[in-house]
């Protein structure tokens, strides 16, 4: 028997060009890094400067290639504006990772209406923005791929942070009529949705006297997960080795959804 569509190259990034929105901090940090680890050149995409510096350390400890763009991506035009600049920069678009997200907390009624319509524009306008532009550069490549973020909130009701959970649900939506209508151009959109994962967006709620436990106690592991967990997925979807998957959402999440 031989195998010809499958080897250790089918994880390979060498060669791709990618852009991760908010990929300077938070979990967007893990997967510029696992991204540029596989050999990809990767567009990072941030609305301020912070960290900048410490991604390229870590990038050169691997000789990555990174670049840098500050843009408000709830900004008219801002999608195409990255787009342009990413393409301008590396020469194609091979990977969107459309990590950028904001998560606000209060009890739903206080909860204030501006609040409501910063966190959809950030999670669900900004991403559908993303891959609607991205759309356009990879139809005429024939190929890409497109990976959005969701969130065990893409699956359940999420306490006190209602357009949280109402945006990640709608980035499955968004990721699979993408998936779709996007197949027979030989692109492939998946999201990946972490579970309970350490970071600075969830230690208040890992270390909230009531919600800390009770997750910590639905998880089979007993155990909250760390950003080194998403990088393998990340670059499973990223890679020709999913090049038969589409429209999925990939729990990253030590069996949470189990229970």
Known sequence: MKITKFSLESFSLKGKNAIVTGGARGLG?????????????????SSSTNAWDE????????????SFLQQD???SGSAA???????????????????AGVQIRNNILDYKDEDWQNVIDINLNAT????????????????????????????RAGKNIFPYAASKH????????????????????NALSPGYIRTDMTKVLEEDPIRGPEIKGHIPSGQWGVPENLMGPLIFL???????????SLPVDGGYLLR
């Open 29 to 45: 940090k893990y997967y510029t890094i696992a991204l540029t680890m596989y050999g990809a050149n990767v567009t990072v995409v």
């Open 55 to 66: 991604m390229k350390a870590y990038v050169k400890q691997h000789e990555g290639n990174v």
């Open 73 to 75: 991506l709830t900004e």
């Open 81 to 99: 504006k990255v787009i342009t600049n990413a393409v301008g920069t590396w020469g194609s678009l091979d990977i969107l990772v459309n990590n």
């Open 128 to 155: 559908y923005y993303m891959a609607h532009e991205a759309a356009k550069v990879m139809t005429e490549q024939g190929s890409g791929k497109i990976i959005n973020i969701g969130s065990m909130q893409s699956y």
């Open 170 to 189: 709608g980035v499955v939506g968004i990721t699979r009529a993408y998936a779709d209508t996007l197949a027979p151009y030989n692109i492939q959109v």
């Open 238 to 248: 990223a890679s020709e080795a999913s090049d038969y998957v589409t429209g999925i």
